[in-house]
């Protein structure tokens, strides 16, 4: 169907039509042309269903923003090896990846179990045990191993990052075993998707995964108060700690949901500032609106990446500001170049610019400083897409070498520059040298901050959808967008576990014991008067009274 | 044997040139602490420009080859060629970027999905719904400059703007440069 006459006029007269994509009814998952418009300095998608009318959404909450990240737009390679071979292109009806996906897997999830150990009400990812077609859906080790064969199978690029995620993960006494058929199959960057209760309880297990290979936490924090975040705000403190033991790296997972915990980011950083010697990277998460909600209920629980990116900066005083971020594939003109050197085809970072964005701020004299402020990074990344056009146009190699090595310095402001780091020699190494030594001293004072703003079936763009890195891993051996997997579940994320699971019933006859057996009791929450906890609580402990904003 | 010559190649042989340098200046006399307009348009002709269709998108976006990016430079001079001076220069880049549309009345979603967005010297990207749109907006440029006019000192001048245009090479065009001269005219400084 494509938009009528009349109504486009109508459109252009009132708005301003920025561009045409496709999208979906959020009532029958039909595909429909969409509109990408600006009013009143905000971006806009609308589209119109036969059947149930038009949907208009907030896609971008800031349109100078939008037209700042539009500007570093790269389609990247995709993959040779598509498991749906499909000429016509019908996203997002045949992921798998099909042969039009533009983005190699960035980072594979693995659903070991959706089995939790806790039942918050909004979450959608778990058993819940009474539903009718409940399924306990476990992959086996051999299944995991495939999954794995499968991802490593990409080409040109290999994929090489897989998240172990649930439910509950952790849940799974297995794990270890899992993780070490992960990196039998040569997966280098292993994370753990997990609330962090378990780590809390048993804080040995922070080693035991990291013995067996798990790289870093991926660990859900929505606030730094217990009223914004009831799930693990007892129990994240401690889990901290044990990673901190194990050397096992953090990242803090806040879903930000606008009126719920969007006045609470800076304090998250605030958090993160405080451990920075084991919390490496925060990751923002604008919620994604599941289940059916009425445009007024959306209105009050919307937030985009810009209108975070603004509270960020409100809320850290302006140490972090709007201008010090940046959309994901900006980072594409240092692959181009390094391909360019190299001719070897490298791991790219080509998502749509509308889905994340992020900036890395590094800790001097007790506060952030974001890289922008002393690295012109709009003047680097185009001295290297320029660098790489003279390279594919056959200027010599060890000359366009020698002509970096000298410019690079100067994309650094060594007076703004933190006490102790030479960015400049650091770039080099790494874009020139492809010696990553010192990058670690770097991330051990320096947070990553992250945002990715996952799709749900209002906002859905066929246009950021095709570009995904974010993919799950199934056991039919498929790579599907994350954001087809969890908007459609009736399509993906459902059908996987139903065929590949067991119900609820079967699972506790076979393992002897019941769903609910495994739910957290709280042990750690806050001591009750009468009530004995097996640790001290987090509101008296050291670590969390260094938190400004404690409730 | 027979050689066969793809359409790529053809374009690939043919010149790319500058059309002919317009240059103005917005009076002709002012006041040695007045600020002087100028106004330099040229546009880009032939090679490039005939190559950078629709007919090709799709071959380098295969090839991933899907960033153009073209070097425009301007310089107002005075005085002739060999002892002439600069008095005010520009530089800038503008971007031709391919890329997967989803816009229905674009793409057939089967065969030609592939179009290109123009990026203007900030970086932000401009969508055009006919092709020639795109290359008018990428090939095309209107540059407006003002300076004082006091390294030129009081007197008579004689002004003229130099033009270059540089890009690289792509699977549907050689690496390349063209500079062009415009006329001189007179300003008269007070
Ligand atoms: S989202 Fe990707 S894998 Fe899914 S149908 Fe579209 S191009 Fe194919
Ligand atoms: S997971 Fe969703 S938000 Fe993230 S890159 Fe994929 S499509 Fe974009």
């Given at each position: 169907?494509?938009?009528?006459?009349?109504?486009?006029e109508?459109?252009?007269?009132?708005?301003n039509?920025?561009k045409?994509t496709?999208?979906?009814?959020?009532?029958?998952?039909?595909?429909?042309?969409?509109?990408i418009?600006?009013?009143?300095?905000?971006?806009?998608?609308t589209?119109t269903?036969?059947?149930h009318?038009?949907t208009?959404?907030?896609?971008y909450g800031d349109y100078?923003m939008?037209?700042?990240?539009?500007?570093?737009?790269d389609?990247?390679?995709?993959t040779?090896?598509?498991?749906?071979a499909?000429?016509?292109?019908?996203?997002?009806?045949?992921c798998?990846?099909c042969?039009?996906?533009l983005?190699?897997?960035?980072l594979?999830n693995?659903?070991?179990?959706?089995?939790c150990d806790?039942?918050?009400?909004?979450c959608?990812?778990y058993?819940?045990?009474?539903l009718?077609?409940?399924?306990?859906?476990?992959?086996?080790?051999?299944?995991?191993?495939?999954?794995?064969?499968?991802?490593?199978?990409?080409?040109?690029?290999p994929?090489?990052?897989?998240?172990?995620?649930?439910?509950?993960?952790?849940l799974r006494?297995?794990?270890?075993?899992i993780?070490?058929?992960?990196k039998?199959?040569?997966v280098d960057?292993?994370?753990?998707?997990?609330?962090?209760?378990?780590?809390a309880?048993?804080p040995e297990?922070?080693?035991i995964?990291?013995?067996?290979?798990?790289?870093n936490l991926?660990?859900?924090?929505?606030?730094?108060?217990?009223?914004?975040?009831?799930?693990n705000?007892?129990?994240a403190p401690y889990a901290?700690?044990?990673?901190?033991k194990?050397?096992?790296?953090?990242?803090?997972?806040p879903?930000?949901i606008?009126?719920?915990?969007?006045?609470?980011l800076g304090?998250?950083i605030?958090y993160?500032?405080?451990?920075i010697?084991?919390?490496r990277?925060?990751?923002f998460q604008?919620?994604?609106?599941?289940?059916?909600?009425?445009k007024?209920?959306?209105e009050?629980?919307?937030i985009?990446?810009p209108?975070a990116i603004?509270?960020?900066?409100a809320q850290?005083?302006?140490?972090?500001?709007?201008?010090?971020?940046?959309?994901?594939p900006?980072?594409?003109?240092?692959?181009?170049?390094?391909e360019?050197?190299?001719?070897?085809?490298?791991?790219?970072l080509?998502i749509?610019?509308?889905c994340?964005?992020?900036?890395?701020?590094?800790?001097s004299?007790?506060?952030l400083?974001?890289?922008?402020?002393?690295v012109?990074?709009?003047?680097?990344?185009?001295?290297?897409?320029e660098?790489?056009?003279?390279l594919?146009s056959?200027?010599?190699?060890?000359?366009?070498?020698a002509?970096?090595?000298?410019?690079?310095?100067?994309?650094v402001?060594?007076?703004k520059q933190?006490?102790?780091?030479?960015?400049?020699?650091?770039?080099?190494?790494a874009?020139?040298?492809?010696d990553?030594?010192?990058?670690?001293?770097?991330?051990?004072k320096?947070?990553?901050?992250g945002?990715?703003?996952?799709?749900?079936?209002?906002?859905?763009?066929e246009?950021r959808?095709?570009?995904?890195?974010i993919?799950?891993?199934?056991?039919?051996?498929r790579?599907?967008?994350?954001?087809?997997?969890?908007?459609?579940?009736?399509?993906?994320?459902?059908?996987?576990?139903?065929?590949?699971?067991?119900?609820?019933?079967e699972?506790?006859?076979?393992n002897?014991?019941?769903?609910?057996?495994?739910?957290?009791?709280?042990?750690?929450r806050?001591?009750?008067?009468?009530?004995?906890?097996?640790?001290?609580?987090?509101a008296?402990?050291e670590?969390?009274?260094k938190?400004?904003?404690?409730? | 044997?027979?050689?066969?010559?793809?359409?790529?190649?053809?374009e690939r042989s043919?010149?790319?040139?500058?059309?002919p340098v317009e240059f103005?200046?917005q009076?002709d006399?002012?006041s040695l602490d007045?600020?002087?307009?100028?106004?330099v348009?040229?546009k880009?002709?032939?090679?490039?420009v005939?190559?950078?269709r629709?007919?090709t998108?799709?071959?380098a976006?295969?090839?991933?080859d899907i960033?153009?990016?073209?070097?425009?430079g301007?310089?107002?001079?005075?005085?002739?060629?060999?002892?002439?001076?600069?008095?005010?220069?520009a530089?800038?880049?503008?971007?031709g970027?391919?890329?997967?549309?989803?816009?229905?009345?674009?793409?057939?979603?089967v065969?030609n999905?592939i179009?290109a967005?123009?990026?203007?010297?900030?970086?932000?990207?401009?969508?055009?719904?006919d092709e020639?749109?795109?290359r008018?907006?990428?090939f095309?440029?209107?540059?407006?400059?003002?300076f004082l006019?006091?390294?030129?000192?009081r007197?008579?001048?004689?002004?003229?703007a130099e033009v270059?245009?540089?890009w690289?090479?792509?699977?549907?065009?050689?690496?390349?440069?063209?500079?062009?001269?415009s006329?001189?005219?007179?300003?008269?400084?007070?």
């Open positions: 169907m494509v938009l009528s006459q009349e109504y486009e109508k459109k252009t007269v009132e708005y039509v920025i045409k496709q999208s979906i009814c959020p009532e029958c998952n039909r595909i429909l042309p969409a509109t418009f600006e009013r009143d300095q905000k971006v806009y998608m589209r269903c036969p059947d009318g038009e208009e959404e907030l896609y100078q939008y037209l700042k990240f539009s500007s570093y737009w389609d990247g390679k995709g040779m090896a598509p498991n749906v499909i000429d016509n292109c019908q996203c997002p009806a045949n798998g990846l042969s039009n996906h983005s190699h897997t960035g594979a693995i659903i070991v179990t959706n089995r806790l039942t918050c009400w909004y959608f990812f058993v819940k045990k009474g009718e077609g409940a399924y306990v859906y476990e992959p086996d080790h051999e299944q995991i191993r495939n999954m794995a064969k499968a991802l490593k199978a990409e080409r040109p690029v994929g090489n990052s897989i998240q172990i995620t649930g439910g509950e993960p952790t006494d297995d794990l270890p075993e993780v070490r058929i992960l039998e199959e040569g960057h292993i994370q753990l998707n997990t609330n962090g209760i378990n780590i309880l048993k297990l922070a080693k995964y990291r013995d067996a290979g798990v790289s991926y660990m859900s924090f929505d606030g730094v108060t217990a009223k914004t975040n009831p799930k705000h007892w129990e901290i700690d044990a990673c901190r194990a050397d096992l790296g953090v990242v803090l997972v879903t930000v606008k009126s719920i915990n969007d006045h609470e304090g998250i605030d993160a500032k405080q451990n010697d084991i919390v990277a925060v990751n604008p919620v994604s609106l599941t289940g059916r909600m009425s007024k209920e959306r009050k629980y919307r985009t990446i209108d603004k509270r960020i900066e850290t005083n302006g140490e972090v500001t709007a201008d010090d971020w940046f959309p994901v900006s980072c594409s003109p240092i692959t181009h170049f390094i360019s050197l190299t001719h070897k085809k490298q791991y790219e080509s749509h610019f509308a994340g964005a992020g900036t890395y701020v590094y800790m004299k007790g506060k400083v974001p890289i922008s402020q002393f012109d990074i709009k003047g680097l990344v185009e001295y290297l897409d660098k790489a056009d003279d594919n056959g200027s010599n190699k060890y000359m366009t070498i002509q970096a090595a000298l410019r690079i310095n100067s994309f402001d060594k007076k933190p006490e102790g780091l030479n960015l400049g020699r650091l770039l080099f190494n874009l020139v040298r492809h990553y030594s010192s990058i670690g001293q770097f991330q051990m320096s947070l990553f901050l945002m990715m703003h996952f799709q749900d079936k209002y906002n859905q763009d246009e959808l095709q570009r995904c890195d993919h799950y891993l199934t056991p039919d051996l790579i599907i967008p994350f954001c087809s997997f969890n908007v459609i579940p009736e399509w993906y994320r459902d059908r996987v576990q139903k065929k590949y699971g067991m119900p609820v019933e699972w506790e006859a076979k002897g014991e019941k769903l609910e057996d495994r739910l957290y009791r709280g042990q750690l806050k001591v009750r008067p009468g009530m004995k906890a097996e640790a001290p609580t987090c008296t402990a670590i969390y009274q938190v400004s904003n404690l409730g | 044997m027979a050689i066969s010559i793809t359409s790529v190649e053809r043919r010149a790319t040139l500058l059309s103005k200046l009076t006399e002012v007045e600020a002087v307009k100028v106004s348009r040229a880009l002709e032939g090679g490039l005939d190559a950078f629709r007919a998108w799709q071959e976006y295969a090839a991933h960033l153009l990016r073209l070097q425009f301007m310089s107002i001079r005075s005085g002739g060629q060999l002892f002439g001076k600069t008095i005010v220069s530089k800038w880049v503008k971007k970027i391919l890329f997967w549309t989803r816009d229905a009345n674009l793409t057939d979603n065969t999905m179009w967005m123009a990026a203007d010297e900030n970086g932000y990207n401009h969508f055009f719904e020639q749109g795109v008018d907006f990428l095309t440029f209107t540059r407006e400059l003002s006019p006091v390294s030129l000192g007197g008579e001048h004689r002004l003229h270059f245009v540089k690289w090479r792509h699977t549907y065009i050689e690496r390349g440069q063209v500079a062009a001269r006329p001189s005219i007179s300003l008269k400084v007070r």
